[in-house]
T-cell receptor
Framework: ELKVEQNPLFLSMQEGKNYTIYCNYSTTSDRLYWYRQDPGKSLESLFVLLSNGAVKQEGRLMASLDTKARLSTLHITAAVHDLSATYFC??????????????FGTGTSLTVIP | GAGVSQSPSNKVTEKGKDVELRCDPISGHTALYWYRQSLGQGLEFLIYFQGNSAPDKSGLPSDRFSAERTGGSVSTLTIQRTQQEDSAVYLC?????????????FGQGTRLTVV
């Protein structure tokens, strides 16, 4: 079964600092997704990475994908309080039985301290 | 609608009762998914619909769970004789198609609490 692991599970960081969240997955996949979830809210799509070496940036967040290492990173630059949320990575596997089924990581709960 | 809509947002039910959860996908999205988010279990895939058809129901946790989709649009997830372990957030997602790099859009979820 495809497994997706994230670390750390919990991250507390001060405003202005940088940090990286790691996402490892167990089998070949060319597509990697990052989602953000605020308490009581749904999953908000942040990035869709579709090929090896893909890098995408939005504001203070930058995501990258290394399909050979089966690793994606979400880098946070100069964190601000508004980034406090839980971040999930996910890979997908397509089949006629399950469509484009997502396999999610355990999530990283990020708290940015003023 | 503009996004995936789920109802109710919150549901508290007594153990043994039946509950019905509803999902309205984005208009035109043929693929619809149900996931369950539990404490300590992460996000768990339950079922996929392409149009009104669910090719594989083996992801449903038990035979107390059933799901249907009508008119290629609204889907309902029914849990019969609810148990405390059914307490979770049930998320629905839809996408344009059921394969390839099609992005999935999630609803806000239904938080089910079985007491």
């Amino acid at each position: 079964e495809l497994k997706v692991e994230q670390n750390p599970l919990f991250l507390s960081m001060q405003e202005g600092k940088n940090y990286t969240i790691y996402c490892n997955y167990s089998t070949t996949s060319d597509r990697l997704y990052w989602y953000r979830q605020d308490p009581g809210k749904s999953l908000e799509s942040l990035f869709v990475l579709l090929s090896n070496g893909a890098v995408k940036q939005e504001g203070r967040l930058m995501a990258s994908l290394d399909t050979k290492a089966r690793l994606s990173t979400l880098h946070i630059t100069a964190a601000v309080h508004d980034l406090s949320a839980t971040y999930f990575c996910a890979v997908d596997r397509s089949s006629v039985y399950t469509g484009n089924q997502f396999y999610f990581g355990t999530g990283t709960s990020l708290t940015v301290i003023p | 609608g503009a996004g995936v809509s789920q109802s109710p947002s919150n549901k508290v039910t007594e153990k043994g009762k039946d509950v019905e959860l509803r999902c309205d996908p984005i208009s035109g999205h043929t693929a619809l998914y149900w996931y369950r988010q539990s404490l300590g279990q992460g996000l768990e895939f339950l079922i996929y619909f392409q149009g009104n058809s669910a090719p594989d129901k083996s992801g449903l946790p038990s035979d107390r769970f059933s799901a249907e989709r009508t008119g290629g649009s609204v889907s309902t997830l029914t849990i019969q004789r609810t148990q405390q372990e059914d307490s979770a957030v049930y998320l629905c997602a839809s996408s344009l198609a059921g394969g390839g790099s099609t992005e999935a859009f999630f609803g806000q979820g239904t938080r089910l609490t079985v007491v």
